[in-house]
């Protein structure tokens, strides 16, 4: 083991620690730097405001798909709690999150073969274009990420060593992933792979499957108490996905098509099409662990495209998007890595080629990810600005700002749809509006006893795309203080010293 140890610090010039600290250090710098405005979709900035009600005394609105995320809410109302509740402060969690899943990511690629292809494994994690928006949102995917990578990890590191306690690590890490999204159970087949093909230990599969086993239980019987649901969490989380019609029910046939989806990817699709192609060629590698890899990717694709929550009615359990992938496309990248590491040998020419494309694309996107304003500057100013405004229930103004797709997205759009331009529908403003109101009322109401003063304020178009917005309570003849300016992925916001014009 010295040996390989030695072997690989060669190939740096870096002790371990300091090249994690490195890698860490590079991914934190690269997400601030990227970091999208709070998406405008509504979940994440409900997360945020349910929290806050906790540290408020006021509890959980109600059990939902976002409230029972333990694994995210936890941590928030640990920062909250310590920290305070400035908005500035919601992206500390998922940044240091996918900094973390970047470092074991690396490591991962270490232990199935070298430093250097941890190292590039890493990077290509971190100019990952779509990290750029999961790497600084509280969604549940780079959670989930990061909590895989490191139970992928201790499932490596026990068939190097073969202590049951890395196993009861690995499983306790796989439920909290678990814990933030039903959906990381796709990886439990493959997980249950890794550990198999390699070793042939029935011992380490049950070890595993008793220790996840253990703490699904603990879950398990917390929300059953709580809610009395018999099927606990899972129970809640159907029926308020039901009550809110979030599960679309498909015909067979759009069902089968679902796979089309895809399309949703545009620039994305050639690296999915990549790592679909990489991870097939790696199930003829005579390493057991890289082909469990191999497989873990492809049941956890076919899952997300196929899974359905009811077989009475075909409903899919979430849509197709980038930001459901970044679950596991970082394992999907290291299983690349390894087939161009093998295509080395017999077409170096062509594996030097497709690796230059894939770094040299992904640095280029990421740099087209970077806001013409640094968002986390950015939510700082607007709450200095709206806290107070809002604290007096002051009316404010919301000016939406139709997205328009890059050059790139463009070519896909068309591609797929035939449109030349993105067309804003007339629904469209009315919904943007109402989730501008809704970020709004849950990132910068400074006590949550006033949330749905602000939540339900009056809305009144000004014009297509600018509604005044009048909070319950608001002080008679009261003007408005403030306009923001929002599209899909940028927002600031604008004190106004007068009245707004129609």
């Known amino acids: 083991m010295k040996s390989a140890t030695t072997m690989n610090q060669r190939q740096t010039g ?78 500390v969690l998922p940044i240091l999150t996918a900094s973390l899943g970047t470092v074991f990511v690396c490591l991962i690629g270490e232990e199935l073969h070298s430093r250097r292809l941890g190292i590039a494994a890493a990077v290509l994690t971190i100019l990952f274009p779509q990290m750029a928006q999961t790497g600084s949102q509280l969604w549940p995917s780079v959670f989930i990420f990061a909590l895989l990578a490191v139970t992928i990890w201790l499932i490596l590191v026990w068939l190097r060593r073969g202590s049951p306690a890395l196993l009861v690590l690995a499983g306790a890490a796989f439920v909290l992933a678990w814990g933030a999204r039903e959906t990381a159970i796709y990886f439990f087949p493959g997980l249950l792979l890794l550990i198999w093909l390699p070793s042939r230990s029935f011992r380490g599969v049950l070890t595993f499957c008793l220790a996840s086993g253990f703490f699904f239980g603990c879950e398990w019987l917390y929300f059953w108490l709580d809610t009395g649901s018999i099927l606990g969490r899972l129970g809640v989380a159907k029926h308020a996905m039901d009550e809110r019609g979030a599960l679309l029910t498909l015909p067979f046939k759009d069902y089968i098509l679902n796979i089309l989806d895809y399309s949703k990817l545009r620039g994305l699709l050639a690296v999915l099409f990549l790592s679909l192609f990489a991870c097939a060629a790696e199930l003829r590698s005579t390493d057991q662990r890289r082909r469990a890899l191999a497989i873990m990717y492809l049941i956890f694709m076919f899952l997300m495209t196929y899974m359905v929550s009811s077989i009475s009615r075909l409903q899919i359990v979430h849509p197709i998007g980038s930001r459901y992938w970044c679950s596991v496309a970082p394992f999907g990248l290291v299983s690349l890595l390894l087939w161009l590491s093998s295509l080395k040998s017999g077409k170096p020419r062509a594996a030097r080629v497709c690796t230059v494309l894939l770094f040299g694309a992904f640095a280029v996107f990421t740099l087209l990810k970077i806001p013409p304003t640094n968002s986390i500057a950015q939510i700082g100013r607007d709450a200095e600005i709206l806290t107070p405004l809002l604290a007096e229930k002051r009316p404010f103004v919301l000016r939406y700002l139709a997205w328009q797709p890059n050059a790139v997205e463009q070519v896909f759009i068309s591609l797929f749809t035939g449109e030349k331009q993105k067309i804003r529908k007339p629904t469209q403003v009315h919904i943007a509006m109402l989730r501008g109101l809704g970020r709004v009322s849950a990132m910068f109401v400074a006590d949550t006893r006033i949330y749905d003063d602000i939540s339900n304020a009056t809305m009144t178009p000004l014009d297509e795309a600018v509604y005044l917005m009048t909070p319950v309570g608001a002080p008679p003849g009261s003007t408005p203080g403030a306009e923001v300016i929002f599209d899909r992925r940028l927002c600031r916001v604008e004190p106004l010293a007068s009245p707004a014009a129609p």
């Open 14 to 91: 870096l002790s371990r620690p300091l090249l994690l600290l490195i890698l860490f250090a590079a991914s934190v710098a690269v997400r601030i730097i990227t970091a999208e405005y709070v998406d405008i979709g509504g979940d994440n900035s409900t997360r945020w405001v349910e929290v806050h009600r906790v540290l408020d005394g006021l509890g959980y609105s109600a059990w939902t798909h976002q409230t029972m995320r333990w694994t995210i809410s936890v941590p928030v109302w640990v920062l909250m709690k310590l920290f305070g509740t400035n908005p500035m402060l919601y992206y």
